[in-house]
T-cell receptor, first 116, second 118 residues
Framework: NAGVMQNPRHLVRRRGQEARLRCSPMKGHSHVYWYRQLPEEGLKFMVYLQKENIIDESGMPKERFSAEFPKEGPSILRIQQVVRGDSAAYFC??????????????FGDGTRLSIL | AQTVTQSQPEMSVQEAETVTLSCTYDTSESDYYLFWYKQPPSRQMILVIRQEAYKQQNATENRFSVNFQKAAKSFSLKISDSQLGDAAMYFCAYRSNAGGTSYGKLTFGQGTILTVHP
């Protein structure tokens, strides 16, 4: 049973380019969470999605960032016109239902985004 | 909004000894979960232990145990018989069980780097 799959593992972009980070949740999981980890810091919540719906995007920057979780295919975190401050590790986590009964979120290995 | 604070940026322990990592949190909710995650240099996020707020009994998982003090909003992690493989960054995390759109998201502390000396 494959875990949460994130790709790419490492992504290098120049300032002004677009970055697309992909997350395939565990089989049977319909809830996806994205977190960002800046250097030397803890993980910060960005967005929570269910299939075709954004449930909570309170942690997402208002500009340049967007997320989707289509009916088919992986969840995508998209960062437009990247800047140096976007350099971070981006983690995706999935869960089978809305946090029911201690079901922990399963994390992917993260995508390390580096902006030149 | 909930906050989680880990006041120890770094801790060290001798192999086979015991170490305790501190975590405090702030919330107005009564129904929630608390977690400790381990992040080794590989960057994986590994769940170590979890605690339900409505349970008074402290959770244990082999060499890992917690001291959950709900009134004090404290949730420390004790690692017994420390091993070299325990060396990692440890994060304390809070998760609401109160419903609403924020349901399920984790709020993390800043982390504690644990070094284990042979």
């Amino acid at each position: 049973n494959a875990g949460v799959m994130q790709n790419p593992r490492h992504l290098v972009r120049r300032r002004g380019q677009e970055a697309r980070l992909r997350c395939s949740p565990m089989k049977g999981h319909s809830h996806v969470y994205w977190y960002r980890q800046l250097p030397e810091e803890g993980l910060k919540f960005m967005v929570y999605l269910q299939k075709e719906n954004i449930i909570d995007e309170s942690g997402m920057p208002k500009e340049r960032f967007s997320a989707e979780f289509p009916k088919e295919g992986p969840s995508i975190l998209r960062i437009q016109q990247v800047v140096r401050g976007d350099s971070a590790a981006y983690f995706c986590a999935s869960s089978p239902t809305q946090g029911a009964a201690l079901r922990p979120q399963h994390f992917g290995d993260g995508t390390r985004l580096s902006i030149l | 909004a909930q906050t989680v604070t880990q006041s120890q940026p770094e801790m060290s322990v001798q192999e086979a000894e015991t170490v305790t990592l501190s975590c405090t949190y702030d919330t107005s909710e009564s129904d929630y979960y608390l977690f400790w995650y381990k992040q080794p240099p590989s960057r994986q996020m590994i769940l170590v232990i979890r605690q339900e707020a409505y349970k008074q009994q402290n959770a244990t998982e082999n060499r890992f145990s917690v001291n959950f003090q709900k009134a004090a909003k404290s949730f420390s992690l004790k690692i017994s018989d420390s091993q070299l493989g325990d060396a990692a960054m440890y994060f304390c995390a809070y998760r609401s069980n109160a419903g609403g759109t924020s349901y399920g998201k984790l709020t993390f502390g800043q982390g504690t780097i644990l070094t284990v000396h042979p």
